[in-house]
Antibody, heavy 121, light 107 residues
Framework: EVQLVESGGGLVKPGRSLRLSCTASGFTFGDYAMSWFRQAPGKGLEWVGFIRSKAYGGTTEYAASVKGRFTISRDDSKSIAYLQMNSLKTEDTAVYYC????????????WGQGTLVTVSS | DIQMTQSPSSLSASVGDRVTITCRASQGISNYLAWFQQKPGKAPKSLIYAASSLQSGVPSKFSGSGSGTDFTLTISSLQPEDFATYYCQQYNSYPPTFGGGTKVEIK
């Protein structure tokens, strides 16, 4: 059974940093790209960024709203994807979800339960 | 970025009703369209990918159609567990973008 479990959320002050983790199981983690999405309270879904599999260079892409502040990485030996968030703003407050990214095959087919990040002074 | 427009934004329906939700893309996206269901406090769940293919384990009462710019999600016979918010999403090009959601409520 595919499972994705996010961790690392919490309350943080504006300008500070936070690192989220996404621990995967039930599939060959290294074969897949991984994406992060977020959902602000009461709002819709927003793509944050993704990291390709090592077979495709392990490169990353980001939404304009987080580019230069957020960094996605992966540790295939541990089946974990990370979202490093720096220079946090109040508008980054959201539930953050990691997803398995199967691209044009089946899209974003599995999602974690989410972790809440609150940016407030 | 590709804009996704869903309609209606909300609807009230009864158990057993047939429900249809539409989604329009601001430019052609071939069939790279997914539908998600989200219940309060829960993560989105993928229902349909490639406009009309059911994800594994999703019941056949859900169906999708369309190509290019216009798409529909149909629930053939609404059940109590189907009351939720539904989102369409294009993944033809980055960034993947979502419609604003359709909240399906009990009449």
């Amino acid at each position: 059974e595919v499972q994705l479990v996010e961790s690392g959320g919490g309350l943080v002050k504006p300008g500070r940093s936070l690192r989220l983790s996404c621990t995967a199981s039930g599939f060959t983690f290294g074969d897949y790209a991984m994406s992060w999405f977020r959902q602000a309270p009461g709002k819709g879904l927003e793509w944050v960024g993704f990291i390709r599999s090592k077979a495709y260079g392990g490169t990353t892409e980001y939404a304009a709203s987080v580019k230069g502040r957020f960094t996605i990485s992966r540790d295939d030996s541990k089946s974990i994807a990370y979202l490093q968030m720096n220079s946090l703003k109040t508008e980054d407050t959201a539930v953050y979800y990691c997803t398995r990214d199967d691209g044009y095959n089946t899209g974003f087919d599995y999602w974690g339960q989410g972790t809440l990040v609150t940016v407030s002074s | 970025d590709i804009q996704m427009t869903q309609s209606p934004s909300s609807l009230s329906a009864s158990v057993g009703d047939r429900v249809t939700i539409t989604c329009r893309a601001s430019q052609g996206i071939s069939n790279y369209l997914a539908w998600f269901q989200q219940k309060p406090g829960k993560a989105p769940k993928s229902l349909i990918y490639a406009a009309s293919s059911l994800q594994s384990g999703v019941p056949s009462k859900f169906s999708g159609s369309g190509s290019g710019t216009d798409f529909t999600l149909t629930i053939s016979s609404l059940q109590p567990e189907d009351f939720a918010t539904y989102y369409c999403q294009q993944y033809n090009s980055y960034p993947p973008t979502f419609g604003g959601g359709t909240k399906v409520e009990i009449k």
